[in-house]
């Protein structure tokens, strides 16, 4: 839990100099691809696709012991791949493509998404291939949960949606 | 046990590490975010919300949630001296708490059914209880904001709320209540704290503020701030120190 902290100014808070740094290596990102699937996250930013540790049982004497072992999503997802309906407003056209293993959603792919206008290319190159960290639950080994401001939108999760719809059937 | 549920134009992860919480725990919890959905959403006319916006229902006549949240908003707005504001161009949205006040709800909703390690995570805002596994602590990435398959930050939690806001939000950019225009400054705006409900919110009202918006964070008692510039720098609060994972963020 953050301790409470004295008021202090913002300039006194950049002189003590332990809470700035600069980001070395900030790559430019990518420029929008033409419209097919978005491909997975590199290896270095994302290790295997599952953000619960399987098989290890939980330490002895705690109470309560979380068990690492993974589950099956409620509702029984089915595997494969499904694709959801197309979704449109005025920023273009929406379609995802959920993959399913195991239970769990493995991965988002955007088989359509706006990148017409000026505006939306901006979204598309920015916000979506971040939308698809909240499907994945962090695809790092490393990592629980990602924080970060995304994509919202009804179009994303009614597509998303159908997919899931068409797994559970 | 782990749900994704498309629920309030984003989708809402649930993931519990106890064994034995029974599913229709999780089902409620689903279904009150879908209440929310149905109260709150700015996308959907016929929503309290929406219907009070248009003038054809008052506040006062509204149900106890969204009396609620209208307060908790009021509150907010007073804390951030009008930064955080739910009158934006003559409509009413209180999106900027309700996502992190029903998150919050539904940890308690959890807690009361027996869960003591889970998070909870709707569109960025997260709240984390007890542990993944055993003598582990639960890791939060902070989205780096131009790169999106990378973390700037990782903070390690048991019991912890950490909402961001940021430039890379879609269509209806956040918007400083003050001006009616996008804030300038930063990239992106991390709160977090012991409620979800205050950090949504502080994150949202901090992000409008720009770089003092992190001394602004410090002042609140409890609340922890970590910014990332529009010059690429890093600014965060000593509480947050305490809370990130080694000794600085991640150099990519």
């Not at chain 1, 409620?74 to 399913?100: C, E, H, R």
């Not at chain 2, 984003?10 to 725990?25: E, F, K």
């Not at chain 2, 409620?28 to 054809?56: C, K, L, N």
């Not at chain 2, 956040?174 to 705006?189: F, H, N, Y």
Request: proline residues 7%; charged residues 15%.
């Amino acid at each position: 839990m953050p301790s409470a902290m004295p008021i202090r100014p913002a300039a006194t808070l950049a002189a003590t100099a332990i809470g700035v740094v600069l980001l070395l290596a900030f790559r430019t990102p990518p420029a929008a691809p033409p419209a097919t699937a978005v491909t997975l996250p590199s290896a270095s930013a994302a290790a295997t696709p599952t953000a619960t540790p399987s098989g290890a049982p939980p330490s002895a004497g705690s109470s309560p012991t979380p068990t690492a072992t993974p589950t099956a999503a409620a509702g029984g997802l089915k595997s494969g791949t499904f694709n959801g309906q197309t979704y449109s407003d005025q920023y273009g056209n929406l379609q995802v493509q959920l993959v399913i293993s195991g239970g769990r959603i493995t991965d988002v792919k955007l088989l359509q998404y706006p990148q017409n206008e000026p505006q939306s290319a901006f979204i598309s190159s920015h916000a979506l291939p971040l939308l698809r960290e909240e499907v994945l639950q962090a695809q790092s080994a490393k990592i629980d949960a990602i924080s970060g401001a995304t994509f919202t939108s009804e179009n994303y999760a009614a597509s998303v949606q159908s997919a899931l719809d068409l797994a559970r059937a | 046990m782990v749900r994704a549920e498309p629920v309030m134009g984003t989708v809402v992860s649930l993931d519990i590490r106890d064994q034995g919480v029974p599913g229709a725990a999780v089902d409620a919890a689903v279904a009150w975010f879908h209440e929310v959905d149905a109260t709150f959403s700015t996308y959907r006319p016929e929503s309290e919300i929406s219907r009070i916006s248009r003038g054809e229902l008052s506040r006062s006549d509204g149900s106890a949630e969204v009396q609620e949240v209208l307060g908790l908003c009021a509150e907010v707005t007073r804390r951030s001296g009008g930064c955080f504001d739910v009158q934006l161009g003559g409509r009413l949205d209180p999106s900027g708490l309700v996502k992190g006040w029903s998150v919050q709800r539904a940890a308690e909703m959890l807690q009361a059914s027996g869960a003591r390690n889970f998070f909870i995570g709707a569109g960025g805002d997260i709240v984390t209880r007890g542990r993944p596994a055993g003598g582990q602590r639960w890791r939060v990435g902070i989205r780096h904001p131009e790169i999106g398959d990378r973390v700037a930050a990782v903070l390690e939690a048991g019991d912890l709320a950490v909402a961001t806001s940021g430039a890379y939000e879609r269509g209806e950019h956040i918007v400083d209540p003050r001006t009616g225009r996008a804030p300038a400054g930063l990239l992106s705006m991390t709160v977090a704290g012991p409620s979800l409900t205050y950090a949504d919110a502080f994150a949202t009202a901090a992000f409008v503020m720009g770089e003092p918006g992190v001394a602004w964070v410090a002042g609140i008692d409890g609340y922890a701030a970590l910014a990332i510039t529009s010059d690429r720098r890093v600014v965060w609060t000593p509480g947050m120190a305490g809370l990130l994972a080694g000794s600085a963020p991640a150099p990519r």
